[in-house]
T-cell receptor, first 110, second 113 residues
Framework: QQQVKQSPQSLIVQKGGISIINCAYENTAFDYFPWYQQFPGKGPALLIAIRPDVSEKKEGRFTISFNKSAKQFSLHIMDSQPGDSATYFCAAPNDYKLSFGAGTTVTVRA | NAGVTQTPKFQVLKTGQSMTLQCAQDMNHEYMSWYRQDPGMGLRLIHYSVGAGITDQGEVPNGYNVSRSTTEDFPLRLLSAAPSQTSVYFC????????????FGEGSRLTVL
């Protein structure tokens, strides 16, 4: 069973809109929450990450919001661009094992 | 600036055949791992290694073998391929204390008929 549950499976957003992807976890031993971006035919690449001692981290148009009490974290893509069309994975490492969510395919329509 | 290099990129096998997927990294990373990616299931960890001579099982190890004789190389062996092993395989590496910050190869697409 997946240790990190991700939703939605896919989403379509208009150019300039906001994309929001949610993840939930159960294991309170997780202490680092990365997001990966994957383009078709390529390997995933680290996009942004957060530690549980902060509630939000922003890098450019990408923001992670973290809710420790709810054991949830989310990725917000502001001002979405066609070049952001990709599959996004949340993840959490524990004991040399990085567990991934099922992935969200984001399509940005021009 | 090679990073993580996987070969081959594509392979078709018949049921029961064996093969090895190669993975090499030039970043002096201690940690290396293999994942398989299937639609709707994300990336699932097959095997990983924290250094030369040390390997361990991940979430879905059955049907796969690994070894780590050098820091740079981490081959994945399929001893007797099955159609259920049709997938895209990714090798990834990182520094030992940064398993959350993996560098991935471009993947190897395997089809087992």
């Amino acid at each position: 069973q997946q240790q990190v549950k991700q939703s939605p499976q896919s989403l379509i957003v208009q150019k300039g809109g906001i994309s929001i992807i949610n993840c939930a976890y159960e294991n309170t031993a997780f202490d680092y929450f990365p997001w990966y971006q994957q383009f078709p035919g390529k390997g995933p690449a680290l996009l942004i990450a957060i530690r549980p001692d902060v509630s939000e981290k922003k890098e450019g148009r990408f923001t992670i919001s973290f809710n420790k009490s709810a054991k949830q974290f989310s990725l917000h893509i502001m001002d979405s661009q066609p070049g952001d069309s990709a599959t996004y994975f949340c993840a959490a490492p524990n004991d040399y094992k990085l567990s991934f969510g099922a992935g969200t395919t984001v399509t940005v329509r021009a | 600036n090679a990073g993580v290099t996987q070969t081959p990129k594509f392979q078709v096998l018949k049921t029961g055949q064996s093969m090895t997927l190669q993975c090499a990294q030039d970043m002096n990373h201690e940690y290396m791992s293999w994942y398989r990616q299937d639609p709707g299931m994300g990336l699932r960890l097959i095997h990983y290694s924290v250094g030369a001579g040390i390997t361990d099982q991940g979430e879905v190890p059955n049907g796969y073998n690994v070894s780590r004789s050098t820091t740079e190389d981490f081959p994945l062996r399929l001893l007797s391929a099955a159609p259920s092993q049709t997938s895209v395989y990714f090798c990834a590496s990182s520094y030992i204390g940064r398993v959350g910050e993996l560098f991935f190869g471009e993947g190897s697409r395997l089809t087992v008929l």
